[in-house]
């Protein structure tokens, strides 16, 4: 052995210990931060003392923490600390303890055992019907592989299923804490339930898992803010093209975990000319290439007839064997539901997506989802509705 591999497996040893070290500690620190919470929560639901302090409980409390020393308690900390109990209610405690170590079952072991009922019964209080997948085993997995950020930031979340949402991606997706409060802020949830009804994203997250067709893979819209563009400017598809590929780690979260990028400007050579499509992907779930295409206006339906002509042409020339039929997303500043509908109808491939080169504010965001559901319910209208139309009324 060379000084120079041994100091490679030295500095290889010690950058695991010390990676463990962290993420033991973090997981340490979630199980103390969630047994806090749920002796402030005992106490408020049966402490004998509790008429005394009133909603100033938590204030007392982290003074009195302070003069003795424990650090980090101060009165933030301690309601964010009551904030993870009342939003995971475990159903078995210690076994999550012993699961993360035997220093944190002596943790667990010389505090006073809060009675598990009553932290379910406050949380019943200020929550939904509990989803039946999340049990013990699943807050266990949350506690073991998110940080304290994480579950905080999902214990916010009042909607129990959408909070479920979150996780459920959090885990799949590997978010980071800044990608998860960004999504939660440009309203992910609501997006994809728009994409794919509300009906079916309700049901995926009820039953525990992420949905594996194309119309649960696909969001409207994509919020783009990221690349630097306002809304309000002239930009130029070859731009928006340059700065998605500028910032492709960051469009490849917003498209989903499971996009891989295959090629830019990917020509396409037929009867002698040539045609680029924007972007090539390829979706590890689905299993087959996806096309993107850039438009800067409002989708017309000879987009989708442009967008087929690629489709095609990949299933025969590029797509390898075994794979799936390619589908086809189409990014458009602005799309009329119902245009979109007579111009996609039959065709399972080919998606029409909206994208926003700014966050728009939540009331903004909820405004156009309620207008844009409310175009697409009236184009699925039954043929009686229909053929009470004029037919000249738009000549």
Known sequence: MSFDSLVAQVARAHAVAEQLAGRSLDRLLCVRNWIIGSHIIHFEQ????RAGYGDLLVEKLASTLRAR?????????????????????????????????????????TSAKSPVTTIQQASAESSHVPLEWRDAAWVARLFGELS????LELARIQDETERAFYELHCLKERWSVRELIRQRTSMLYQRVGLSEQREEVLALARQGHVGRSPTSQLRDPYVLEFVGLRQT?????????????????????ELGRDFCFVERQFRITVGNRHHHLDLLFFHRTLRCLVAVDLKLGEFVPDHAGQMRFYLNYL??????????????????????????????????????????????????????????????????ATPDEGAERDPNADQ
């Not at 049966?46 to 003392?49: L, Q």
């Not at 304290?148 to 579950?151: A, N, R, T, V």
């Open 315 to 380: 299933e025969k020339e590029v797509a390898k064997p075994g794979e799936n039929p390619p589908i086809g997303i189409l990014l458009c500043t602005e799309k009329d539901s119902e245009v979109v509908h007579f111009a996609t109808a039959g065709d399972e491939g080919l998606f029409v997506s909206r994208y926003l080169l700014e966050l728009p504010s939540a009331d903004t965001l909820k405004r156009w989802l309620h207008e844009e559901k409310g175009q697409l319910l009236q184009s699925l």
């Open 148 to 151: 304290f950020s994480h579950l």
């Open 69 to 109: 020393g424990c650090a980090g308690m101060s009165t933030r900390n301690l309601r964010n600390f009551r904030q993870l109990a009342l939003a995971y209610p475990l159903i078995e405690p210690g076994a999550l303890v012993q699961q993360l170590g035997p220093e944190a079952v002596e943790i667990w072991q």
């Open 46 to 49: 049966g402490g004998v003392e």
């Open 233 to 253: 400017s002239i930009v130029r598809e070859s731009e928006l093209e340059n700065a998605l590929v500028e910032h492709l780690s960051q469009f490849l979260l």
